[in-house]
């Protein structure tokens, strides 16, 4: 790729001379803390670091607890990239490329619900328990046309609101669904799924086309050149798949 050597270009991207990388922890697929060390890593790490080797650019990981303040750092210039779930309601301020891992969006219920499919889920008095701002949350808001939506700020509330009997219905990313289910007995997930999330980096809006073609350029060559899927068995990322070619 010949974007690397256009100084430029790296301006575009990192005006205070460091590439700024917003990383959410909320999503384990993409991001966790090592159990040694404490360090954030993950195939949002490693892509932020191999984009700031092409730039020329040291790598300052800007790290969060949740999606919607990842996202809100890069739309307020507080950091210069990020790895987000490309959703309508994200899209004002900021330039996403094609997804590059797709995750698939996930149901949790009691074992003795009366729940057996992912379409009955819709129904009016049942309570669907999401991390606030996420892109279950964001999905399920436009669809969801009889149930209620209870929003949790921390996302582990929501297994708790579960546990309780607050909520009927937990959705969240299935390899997270998943711990949970097998950390507390009772609970089973639904067959299927409701939703794809596509996860995607992007750039603020204001960083012009060259940074947002860049970008889009550097995702693509990462996932034919099979670094997103090294990545992901490097972590041992299961729920997570690559995303193809960009159409």
């Known amino acids: 790729m010949t974007f690397i050597t256009d100084p430029s270009l790296a301006r575009a991207f990192?005006?205070?001379g460091v590439l700024r990388a917003s990383i959410n922890l909320g999503n384990?697929?993409?991001?966790?803390?090592?159990?040694?060390?404490?360090?954030?890593?993950?195939?949002?790490?490693?892509?932020?670091?191999?984009?700031g080797e092409r730039l020329g650019l040291a790598v300052e990981l800007v790290v969060f607890e949740k999606?919607?303040?990842?996202?809100?750092?890069?739309?307020?210039?507080?950091?210069?990239?990020?790895?987000?779930?490309?959703?309508?309601?994200?899209s004002e301020g900021l330039s996403f490329t094609a997804p590059y891992v797709l995750i698939e969006g996930c149901y949790l219920v009691k074992a003795d619900a009366a729940l057996s499919d992912?379409?009955?889920v819709d129904r009016a008095g049942l309570r669907v328990?999401?991390?606030?701002?996420?892109?279950?949350?964001?999905?399920?808001?436009?669809?969801?046309?009889?149930?209620?939506?209870?929003?949790?700020?921390?996302?582990?509330?929501?297994l708790t609101a579960l546990l309780e009997g607050r909520i009927d219905v937990a959705a969240g990313i299935r390899t997270m669904l998943d711990g949970w289910a097998?950390?507390?007995?009772?609970?089973?997930?639904?067959?299927?799924?409701?939703?794809?999330?596509?996860?995607?980096?992007?750039?603020?809006?204001?960083?012009?086309p060259g940074a947002a073609s860049a970008l889009a350029a550097f995702v693509e060559e990462m996932k034919a050149s099979g670094f997103v899927a090294a990545s992901l068995k490097r972590h041992g990322i299961v729920g997570g798949s690559v995303a193809p070619a960009a159409g």
């Open 182 to 208: 097998v950390q507390h007995g009772g609970l089973r997930l639904l067959p299927g799924r409701f939703m794809v999330i596509q996860q995607a980096m992007g750039v603020p809006a204001d960083r012009g």
């Open 14 to 16: 990192a005006p205070t």
């Open 67 to 90: 999606a919607a303040q990842s996202v809100d750092a890069v739309r307020n210039a507080k950091a210069d990239i990020g790895f987000f779930a490309i959703d309508p309601a994200r």
């Open 129 to 158: 328990g999401v991390g606030t701002g996420s892109a279950y949350d964001l999905f399920l808001t436009r669809e969801l046309q009889h149930a209620t939506i209870e929003r949790s700020t921390h996302v582990p509330d929501v």
């Open 118 to 120: 992912n379409t009955e």
């Open 28 to 51: 384990p697929i993409l991001a966790n803390r090592d159990k040694a060390s404490g360090e954030p890593v993950g195939v949002s790490i490693d892509l932020a670091r191999a984009l």
